[in-house]
């Protein structure tokens, strides 16, 4: 029982930092981390009462609809597309299973726009395979390039540097309770193996730089390689 209270506390500890440090530029895992912690603390009624009290609550003080920034939320695939600003709301799109808030960015996601086909889904194949048709709408994205793996890490650095990130959506990369799935861990496992071969390839580069050739009649042949890029 003394184990569990002070598992409990250092939960809630982390959650009240995770309060201070949310718009900081922490790592996306540490985020991640911190997140986790906080929403499993909010599961017990002891730590919303402890939670308000030390930071208020601000919808019951205002009497709105103000949302806790820290809460995430999970979508299920039926309400993400809900999310399309066809009627006036807002536009999410997802991306390896997280939700951004892109709607200020509505010119091009909402209707009309260039990219309003990532409206109200994860299609995180789509941004490195081009294929914008139904089929290629997906979030399965077993196997891409390495080029592509990395193609899809700049882009979800690209969302979380740009726009709200909101939640997860459960299916392929998070199950209902936001957790990582199976899916998600081999995506991880790609993702660094394409990592690893972007290190040898630059290694490689920078022993056997490119080289050139030309031939011209006054001055014959002449070489030259690049030792920077």
């Keep these: 029982m ?3 209270l002070k598992f409990a506390f250092a939960v809630l500890l982390i959650s009240i930092s995770a309060s ?15 997140l986790y912690l906080h929403n499993q603390c909010l599961k017990h009624d002891w730590c919303k009462r402890t939670f308000s009290y030390i930071h208020g609550t601000p919808s019951e003080a205002a009497g709105g609809n103000s949302i806790d920034p820290l809460v995430e939320r999970i979508f299920t695939t039926e309400e993400l597309s809900k999310f399309t600003g066809e009627e006036g709301e807002e536009v999410y799109i997802a991306l390896l299973g997280k939700v951004f808030n892109v709607t200020r960015g ?6 009309g726009g260039g990219y309003h086909f990532f ?5 995180s194949r789509a941004f490195v395979s081009g294929d914008f048709e139904n089929d290629g709408l997906t979030d399965d994205i077993e196997g891409l390039s390495p080029e592509d793996f990395l193609g899809l890490e700049d882009w ?13 959506v459960a299916g392929r990369f998070y199950n209902n309770d936001g957790s990582p799935t199976e899916y998600w861990y081999k995506y991880q496992q790609w993702r660094e193996e394409a990592l690893k071969k972007r290190i040898l390839k630059d290694e490689e580069m920078a ?10 009649p006054d001055i014959g042949t002449r070489v030259w390689c690049t030792t920077s890029r």
């Excluded at 409206?119 to 299609?123: E, F, H, K, S, W």
């Excluded at 979800?156 to 997860?168: D, L, T, W």
């Design 2 to 4: 003394a184990l569990n």
């Design 20 to 34: 201070y440090f949310f718009d900081l530029s922490l790592k996306p895992r540490l985020k991640q981390s911190l």
């Design 106 to 111: 509505a010119q091009h996601y909402g209707p």
């Design 119 to 123: 409206a109200g889904r994860d299609a």
């Design 156 to 168: 979800s650095v690209f969302y979380e540097n740009s726009y709200q990130y909101i939640g997860k």
């Design 207 to 216: 022993v056997f730089p490119p080289c050139n050739m030309e031939w011209k």
